[in-house]
């Protein structure tokens, strides 16, 4: 049991910081990120480049894929959904953008990195071992530990610095807001910037565990999706709540419904299914309309 839990909280703090990033991106624009999972796998890539060809410390790689997804997502807020949405009265509009953009970082990705599994050597070996109950790596305990100061670093910062109070209030009452001297186009591209360095500070966190590959983007993305529908769309905490609800189902299916398969995403895709059609906002989420 210990073990389960160990493993439920490690999945748990990866999965909150990938959700954090793309509610934070829904809250503010209204927008679904298709291409959050993609932005990810940009993430793990650009560390590995760096840690593994350039022979630079991890820390520097990791620094540096999350400023180079703020960039991107700086750009494509700017140049790409900024002028949807203005142009644009209908939804759909963005959600096909976002699908177009996933589709394109997949081929930037493969084009400039390739198709195949990379990763880098172990952050920090050895393995921490107590009375044979629990056996966790210290590498994974350290990116625990790092994704969970990212999630309280990201909780201070929105609650106590002035980009975060303005993003709080964009995504509370965007009229308002604007009415209050927010200035909208500014603080909408420094959340889908921050959204999108999430997304890379993960990747960047785990190629030294699982590795990446081209592959990653479309189920990282569908997990994100939906740990946002377990705790409640543009719900910072639902997000957190979502993330590791959904690593200690994962961690439990995995070893509890070892003997009978593969069928672990089936049983958690069918709970979500009957949990939605139950209370379809999510745990924190307000009904809609």
Do not use: C
């Not at 909150?16 to 940009?42: C, E, K, P, R």
């Not at 790409?80 to 589709?103: D, H, N, Q």
């Not at 910037?193 to 569908?222: E, H, Y």
């Amino acid at each position: 049991m210990e073990q389960i839990l160990a493993n439920g909280l490690y999945l748990g703090a990866q999965y909150a910081l990938i959700a954090l990033g793309l509610t934070l991106i829904f809250s503010l624009m209204n927008v679904l990120n298709f291409a959050h999972g993609q932005m990810y796998v940009f993430g793990g890539f650009v560390t590995y480049t760096v840690v593994a060809q350039f022979g630079l410390p991890f820390v520097v790689g990791l620094l540096l894929s999350g400023a180079i997804l703020a960039v991107i997502g700086a750009l494509i807020e700017k140049f790409l959904f900024r002028p949807v949405i203005r142009k644009s009265k209908r939804e759909e509009s963005t959600m096909l953008l976002a699908a177009g953009v996933a589709f394109f970082l997949d081929a930037v990705i493969l084009l400039a990195f390739g198709e195949k599994q990379r990763g880098i050597p172990k952050i920090v070996d050895g393995v921490m071992n107590l009375n044979f109950r629990l056996i966790m790596p210290y590498d994974r305990i350290m990116v625990a530990v790092l994704a969970v100061a990212a999630i309280i670093g990201f909780i201070l910062y929105m609650q106590y610095s002035k980009p975060g109070r303005a993003m709080r209030a964009l995504a509370q009452d965007r009229v308002a807001a604007q009415l209050m001297g927010v200035d909208v186009d500014r603080y909408s591209m420094l959340g889908f910037a921050f959204g999108a360095m999430l997304a890379g500070v993960v990747g960047g966190l785990l190629v030294a565990i699982t590795g990446v590959n081209l592959g990653m983007g479309g189920p990282t993305s569908i997990k994100a999706f939906m740990m946002i529908m377990i705790g409640g769309a543009g719900v910072i905490s639902g997000a957190i709540a979502g993330g590791f609800i959904l690593g200690m189902m994962e961690s439990v299916g995995l070893s509890v419904l070892a003997a009978y398969g593969n069928i672990t995403y089936l049983v958690i895709f069918a709970s979500l299914l009957i949990f939605l059609a139950i209370r379809p906002q999510g745990l924190m989420g307000k009904p809609w309309g």
